[in-house]
């Protein structure tokens, strides 16, 4: 892997607060780089932080981050003066292409250690439970609002066992989170923030009652036990690639990840933080078993599959109808005018200019669907009803009002709003049909 190795001290006879600079630098690196560089180690100049005693001798801290460009690795010596005796600060860095760095980032990690010798994660890997909590609590913090912290506590915190732990977390991420993801040993006040920090303990009193973006946030590496709710981690308990990659870590090498990557393009996403993309690229092939389940379990995918929206829409528009039409199987399906609109929107045929591989899409589902848009009074399908009517047996038709020819087969959309609550209402509170009325009821 290509690297720049770079270094960040503070020299010569300026002020109190002044000398800090960029040292040992390559004649081949780009100004740019070392600009950025520059203003990241600033954040790191003393006040040192406050070093456990195992640390004291070495008052070093290791840290990564990236920007949209480069990764910054860093070791960061702090405990002495310059020759003007003001406190001083020695990073030696390496900075590598971020992509390259997402790709492989244990081959990047291990120059944190002297000798950049080969890590053994091994003993990292034995509990894949362990492993998959770890990764939903990282998930967490990643894809919260608020910027969040969680602190990794490690009893063992050499060198060593950093590299491999850190190293480990990179590899079983996606590429883009791959990106995102920083950590430290150590935090200050004025150090920049980063999304894990390695603490040897836990401190004497964790506030749990303080609102949850506020939260010391951990993680125990040793017990597995973390003060994320329950609540929280239920939300990535959806995501069935969590549980896959950390039951087989070994499986989820840089193949396995860039064909997510390669999925995603079809769905017209370069890249990706929401993971719920990434679940749907997972259970694509699988929709068949989902959709094997209760009535319940294909809400929860409708609903799902309508609160995606990626910029292509094709593929995710043919599951949309392959779901609708399996709970036509099940079930009589009742539309209020909410949900008949996002479906008309999701479906995107309120133009003329019907797209053709959602036809195609029809077809082989064996369907013919026709959405009115209560606008015009027109039903954009209309057009290509002998082209989808041939390929299949069953016809049956969405739409929020009485048809005069066509009649739905158990699906059925003629409700005023009052009445769809009314029906959802008359429902027993265990039939899954009343909660998906009540999301999509005007209130």
Same mark, same amino acid.
Request: charged content about 30%.
């Given at each position: ?38 203003? #990241? ?6 006040? !040192? ?23 910054? +690795? ?15 600060? /020695? ?21 944190? +250690?002297?000798?950049?010798?080969? /890590? ?23 894809? *919260? ?21 850190? *190293? ?33 303990? #836990? ?20 017990? $597995? ?5 329950? /609540?929280? +981690? ?40 929401? +993971? ?7 259970? !694509? ?64 045929? /309120? ?31 209309? $057009? ?6 041939? !390929? ?11 048809? *005069? ?7 059925? $959309? ?9 029906? $959802?209402?008359? #429902? ?12 999509? *009821?005007?209130?």
């Amino acid at each position: 892997m290509d690297y720049y190795k770079i270094g960040f001290t503070r020299l010569g006879g300026q002020g109190i607060k002044d000398g800090w600079q960029a040292v040992d630098i390559p004649p081949e690196i780009p100004p740019e780089i070392i600009s950025k560089y520059a203003a #990241l180690q600033n954040a790191n100049t003393p006040p !040192a932080p406050v070093f456990d005693v195992e640390d004291n001798d070495e008052k070093t801290v290791i840290e990564l981050q990236s920007d949209n460009r480069n990764t910054y +690795l860093s070791r960061i010596k702090y405990g002495f003066a310059d020759e003007q005796g003001r406190p001083s600060m /020695l990073a030696k860095s390496f900075i590598f292409d971020v992509k390259q760095f997402a790709e492989a980032p244990e081959e990047a990690i291990r120059y944190v +250690l002297p000798e950049q010798e080969e /890590l053994d994660n091994r003993p990292v890997f034995a509990d894949s439970d362990k492993i998959a909590l770890l990764l939903k609590c990282v998930y967490s913090v990643m894809t *919260s609002r608020a910027k969040e912290t969680l602190h990794l506590v490690m009893p063992d915190k050499s060198q060593k066992a950093i590299a491999a732990t850190m *190293s480990l977390i990179y590899s079983l991420l996606f590429l883009p989170f791959r990106r995102l993801l920083s950590f430290s040993t150590y935090e200050a006040e004025n150090f920049t923030p980063k999304t894990i920090i390695i603490d040897r303990r #836990l401190p004497e009193f964790v506030n749990d009652s303080l609102p949850d973006d506020k939260r010391y946030k951990y993680f125990d590496l040793a017990t $597995g036990e973390t003060n994320i709710s329950d /609540l929280t +981690l239920r939300k990535f308990s959806v995501y069935g690639f969590i549980d896959e990659i950390a039951e087989t870590p070994k499986m989820a090498n840089l193949n396995y990840f860039k064909s997510f990557e390669s999925d995603l393009r079809e769905y017209g996403c370069t890249e990706s933080t929401s +993971l719920n993309l990434y679940k749907l690229v997972y259970e !694509a092939e699988n929709i068949d078993r989902i959709l094997e389940g209760d009535i319940d379990d294909i809400l929860k995918k409708l609903n799902e599959l309508l609160s995606i929206n990626p910029p292509n829409r094709t593929l995710l528009d043919a599951q949309i109808l392959k779901v609708i039409f399996k709970l036509s199987e099940k079930t009589k399906f009742p539309l209020c005018d909410v949900l008949n609109d996002i479906l008309i929107r999701k479906l995107a045929l /309120l133009s003329s200019e019907t797209d053709n591989d959602l036809l195609k899409a029809l077809c082989d589902f064996g369907t013919y669907t026709s959405i009115r848009d209560k606008t015009s009074n027109v039903c954009p399908a209309d $057009g290509v009803t002998s082209f989808v009517e041939g !390929a299949g047996e069953m016809t049956f038709v969405i739409t929020t009002e009485q048809l *005069s020819e066509q009649q739905p087969v158990e699906i059925t $959309g003629d409700f005023t709003d009052g009445e769809y609550e009314e029906y $959802g209402e008359e #429902l027993p509170s265990s039939n899954p049909i009343k909660g998906f009325i009540k999301r999509f *009821s005007r209130k």
